[in-house]
């Protein structure tokens, strides 16, 4: 998905209210720019993790409710861990600390190159250029190939069970970082390095 891209086509539902407040955010950023000449920039992550994540059993996101559900399982012994969905949809994944230094890289831009990634004045222009940014790796991965990930970095050996009967969502959710990458910047931390960082925070006494 490209920065362009936004709005123009439908909502995934079971996304939707979230997606929308994100979009209000893009657009008061815009608003702002268009009517006092400020220069706000959306930096728009990916799925992000990292240390200091809400491991709650059923209100968290799906790297630290898996990492969870893979540690208990393992403490437990059992011979089976169960993943909501059908393990195809794709997703990518941003570690924190990563986030953090876009963001640090956007605010040290020199200001011609800060200034072209502000997009245009659509009433001027005719153009859809919001003020917006991707923050991403540029990669996903299958949600099964993250619970297998996953169970390597825990140390889990039993099975995987997908539970089909649970909403895939979104089938996939991939950013195109292009603009990032021009600028000079590009995420450090692969998938397993970052998950074994927030495995060894979870697990810390």
Known sequence: MRERDLLTGPLEPTNRPYALAKIAGVEMC???NRQYGTKYL???PTNLYGPGDNYHPTNSHVIPALLRKFHEAKAAGAPQVTVWCT???RREFLFSDDMADACVFLMNLPDDRYTALLGSDESVTGRFEPPLVNIG?????TIADLATLIAKVVGF???IVYDTS????TPRKLMDVGLMTAAGWQARTSLEDGLRVVYAEFTRP
């Open 42 to 44: 959306a930096a728009m």
């Open 166 to 169: 649970k909403p895939d969502g």
């Open 137 to 141: 790796v540029g990669e996903d991965v």
């Open 30 to 32: 815009w608003s702002y």
């Open 87 to 89: 393990g195809t949809p």
């Open 157 to 159: 050996e039993g099975r």
